[in-house]
């Protein structure tokens, strides 16, 4: 089962939210499709607009080798065929971080963790220790961001 909090955060938000993530972790984030393998590799969160909607929040502190893969040669979306991502998250020791959509009909922004939602053949690293920073992480949310009115 999967755990979530929501996360509806302004950029002033989301600027302290790094801030507190580099300073419980070495954390490394992940964009969900770039046109090259080293541009899903971000330091910041991008100017929200197409495509900077969702990231992924690696603790390097838990091992894991992301594989890539491309988008098809026949996707929908002309601009975006060929991207890379990451084919490999499922199972993974990530967070992801997704934003509030522009709109006032979007859903509303989350900090999601798969746990073993998506792992049937289970996880292989720490799941008690990623745990505790997930916990870590989620009550400095709703400590720090609650007063501002934005979860």
Not at 20 to 47: C, G, M, N, W
Not at 72 to 99: F, H
Request: aromatic residues 16%; charged residues 25%; proline residues 5%.
């Amino acid at each position: 089962m999967g755990r979530q909090i929501a996360a509806n955060l302004a950029e002033e938000d989301e600027s302290e939210f790094l801030h507190f993530l580099r300073r419980s972790a070495d954390i490394q984030l992940i964009r969900s499709f770039a046109r090259t393998k080293d541009a899903l590799f971000v330091d910041a969160f991008e100017p929200r607009g197409a495509g900077n909607w969702t990231y992924y929040i690696w603790n390097r502190a838990f091992p894991w080798v992301p594989t890539f893969a491309q988008t098809r040669a026949d996707l929908p979306d002309v601009e975006r065929r060929g991207w890379y991502y990451i084919d490999n998250m499922s199972a993974a020791p990530l967070l992801e971080y997704t934003r509030k959509g522009p709109d006032a009909n979007a859903k509303d922004g989350r900090l999601y963790w798969a746990k073993t939602f998506s792992a049937p053949n289970g996880l292989a690293y720490d799941v008690p220790a990623f745990e505790r920073w997930y916990e870590a992480v989620t009550k400095w949310l709703c400590q720090s961001v609650k007063a501002t009115g934005a979860l």
